[in-house]
């Protein structure tokens, strides 16, 4: 049984409110196959992920990038908190090569599931002991 009381924090953002939640779902998904809790926060407007993004402390962030305003999103969220494991979630690769110039540790092609995200988790190793 876990014991464990630190709840995973992280954001989602994606214009695309659909691929928003479905990628909020598979991180979910996700956590609870691992037994831990996990509170999503969900954005699919920039100024609000950015201005909720500076106040809050987050254990990870998925972020879409599907056009150079995201790019400039997820730029933004590295430099407001460089502790916290980007992942980056687009419908092409189009954008893979200058999300990596930023803090990104994965490059999810979607539809995000919770087996692409328990892959990365388990290639990175980044999600194993978030928070502790």
Same mark, same amino acid.
């Given at each position: 049984?876990?014991?464990?009381?630190?709840?995973?924090?992280?954001?989602? @953002? !994606?214009?695309?409110?659909? !691929?928003?939640?479905?990628?909020?779902?598979?991180?979910?998904?996700?956590? =609870?196959?691992?037994?831990?809790?996990?509170?999503?926060?969900? *954005?699919?407007?920039? =100024?609000?992920? %950015?201005? !909720?993004?500076?106040?809050?402390? @987050? !254990?990870?962030? *998925? %972020?879409?990038?599907?056009?150079? &305003?995201?790019?400039?999103?997820?730029?933004?969220?590295? =430099?407001?908190?460089?502790?916290?494991? &980007?992942?980056?979630?687009?419908?092409?690769? /189009?954008?893979?090569?200058?999300? *990596?110039? &930023?803090?990104?540790? /994965?490059?999810? %092609?979607?539809?995000?599931?919770?087996?692409?995200? /328990?892959?990365?988790?388990?290639?990175?190793?980044?999600?194993?002991?978030?928070?502790?």
């Amino acid at each position: 049984m876990n014991t464990r009381t630190h709840v995973i924090s992280v954001a989602v @953002y !994606d214009t695309i409110s659909e !691929d928003c939640e479905t990628t909020a779902e598979a991180v979910r998904e996700y956590y =609870q196959r691992r037994g831990e809790q996990a509170s999503v926060r969900t *954005f699919t407007e920039s =100024q609000g992920f %950015l201005t !909720d993004f500076r106040r809050r402390r @987050y !254990d990870m962030a *998925f %972020l879409a990038v599907n056009n150079p &305003l995201d790019l400039a999103v997820a730029h933004n969220a590295g =430099q407001t908190d460089r502790a916290c494991p &980007l992942i980056f979630v687009s419908d092409t690769g /189009d954008y893979a090569i200058e999300a *990596f110039r &930023l803090p990104a540790i /994965d490059y999810i %092609l979607k539809p995000v599931t919770w087996e692409r995200v /328990d892959e990365s988790a388990e290639r990175r190793g980044c999600f194993k002991k978030c928070g502790d």
